[in-house]
């Protein structure tokens, strides 16, 4: 199976920072890499597919980069909105498996 | 708009059975393949199982093969997970999830549901 890290584990940040979360593969998974928000109680959420495609409805505050085994989502200006657990997930092979988490929360 | 509601969840004793249920609504049913992913509470997100969109191709993970079968009917827009041999380690929110494809190996998870609390406790 193919692991998935994150870091960091969790962040703080204030509202407007520009935040970077990463994301490792143990292998190459090409560009196959998505990324989910998940707020508490709630199902996660897609926002990124294909390492840098936004999901249609997802705001343009969030992008992302990568290929290979190394990826990023950044988000341009934290909102009160986007305080949330941030899951990156390969498609790439089977089993598809997930990224442990970064949680961001408010500085 | 998507619309994904899961349903069985509950109580059960190691060793028990339960059968989740997920009814879908606001797509085409039949052209998408669809899977079961959990989250133990506090902790990550799992796959678990996934089937095609006509039902002909499934897949599970190691750690429920055996003991869970997926299984779905297009005629009545609806998936299905069938657990048996619960163990604690199952104790788990299980989602519904839409795939973008209708085949097994896109996991490209476009919609989920809000997922259906499965506790297996004496």
């Known amino acids: 199976d193919i692991q998935m890290t994150q870091s960091p584990s969790s962040l703080s940040a204030s509202v407007g920072d520009r935040v970077t979360i990463t994301c490792r593969a143990s292998?190459?998974?090409?560009?196959?890499l998505n990324w989910y928000q998940q707020k508490p109680g709630r199902a996660p959420n897609l926002l990124m597919y294909?390492?840098?495609n936004l999901q249609s409805g997802v705001t343009s505050r969030f992008s992302g980069s990568g290929s290979g085994t190394d990826f990023t989502l950044t988000i341009s200006s934290l909102q009160p909105d986007d305080f949330a657990t941030y899951y990156c997930?390969?498609?790439?092979?089977?089993?598809?498996?997930f990224g442990p988490g970064t949680k961001v929360d408010l500085k | 708009d998507v619309q994904l509601v899961e349903s069985g969840g509950g109580l059960v004793q190691p060793g028990g059975s339960l059968r989740l249920s997920c009814s879908a609504s606001?797509?085409?049913?039949?052209?998408?393949?669809m899977h079961w992913v959990r989250q133990a509470p506090g902790k990550g997100l799992e796959h678990v199982s996934v089937?095609?969109?006509?039902?002909?191709?499934?897949y599970y993970a190691d750690f429920v093969k055996g003991r869970f079968t997926i299984s779905r009917d297009n005629s009545k827009n609806s998936l299905y997970l069938q657990m048996s041999s619960l163990r604690a380690e199952d104790t788990a929110v299980y989602y519904c999830?839409?795939?973008?494809?209708?085949?097994?190996?896109?996991?490209?998870?476009?919609?989920w549901g809000r997922g259906t609390l499965v506790t297996v406790s004496s």
């Open positions: 999830v839409k795939d973008y494809c209708s085949s097994t190996n896109c996991y490209h998870f476009d919609s």
């Open positions: 606001g797509f085409t049913f039949s052209t998408s393949a």
């Open positions: 089937i095609s969109s006509n039902g002909g191709n499934t």
């Open positions: 292998q190459a998974i090409s560009r196959n």
């Open positions: 294909a390492a840098s």
């Open positions: 997930q390969q498609s790439y092979s089977s089993p598809p498996t």
